[in-house]
């Protein structure tokens, strides 16, 4: 065996020890994706319009219409409590991106928790708050009203019940500037932090993310036509 060969198996030899300590410290990824097949991957599970989620240019793809007011989503099941989550994305046309952390509901069920938002001129943070019951009773009296928002009175922001949107943090960026960029988010417990290329991290202190989460969530909208690649999001050991 010469020398390089030699050095090279006692890196990959180094690199497996250092998995097998991360593993026994108790990481374990969930999610390692590069998107290199022909095919949307197997649980990446599409919603809202068909055909909005492809595999181009080895990257996952996702197309909002433009009179979609929603936007698609795609989301993958997940195990785990505190995290750390890695990806690549670049905007083909310039739009709205959102990745979500969905788990259990202080109140009831499943939803939504955090949020990462990436617009033409900001990245941003937010959490979901409220009973999901609430989240929907507002959505029918929106589709009662013509799909317009009604501003919540004071009584039922007083209301720990009642379903609202709360932003933790902003920074101004050009995510859909067409260049690749890359976002790590790290969950441990309420406090979250957010970094998006080599700018000023985006760190927040949450009430409602120290839960079990279920899965990972991304949605494109306001007509975005954008690329996600190499989606790494490991479960990290924690005190629960």
């Known amino acids: 065996m010469n020398l390089s060969k030699s050095y090279l198996l006692g890196a990959w030899v180094f690199a497996g020890l250092l998995c097998v300590s991360a593993l026994q410290a108790g990481e374990s990824v969930l999610i390692d994706e590069t998107f290199s097949g022909e095919a949307l991957p197997q649980n990446w599970e599409p919603g809202g319009r068909k055909n909005s989620f492809s595999i181009a240019d080895g990257a996952l793809r996702g197309v909002a219409a433009p009179d979609d007011h929603h936007g698609p989503s795609i989301g993958v099941p997940i195990t785990a409590h505190d995290l750390t989550l890695e990806f690549d994305l670049k ?19 499943q939803a939504h928790l955090l949020r990462f938002s990436a617009g033409p001129t900001q990245i941003g943070l937010a959490q979901d708050r409220g009973d999901p019951a609430s989240k929907l009773a507002q959505k029918k009296e929106r589709d009662a009203n013509g799909g317009k928002a009604i501003p919540p009175t004071p009584e039922q922001l007083a209301d720990p019940a009642f379903y609202r949107v709360e932003r933790l943090a902003n920074l101004p960026a050009t995510p859909a500037d067409g260049t690749w960029h890359h976002v790590k988010i790290e969950l441990r417990g309420n406090a979250v932090t957010a970094s998006f290329d080599d700018l000023e991290p985006l760190s927040a202190t949450g ?33 629960h």
């Open 91 to 109: 905007f083909a046309k310039p739009g709205y991106f959102l990745c979500l952390i969905d788990g259990d509901s202080q109140f009831s069920g």
């Open 207 to 239: 009430t409602v993310l120290d839960v079990a989460k279920s899965r990972f969530v991304i949605l494109v909208g306001m007509e975005g036509d954008l690329l996600v690649d190499n989606v790494t999001l490991t479960s990290v050991s924690s005190s």
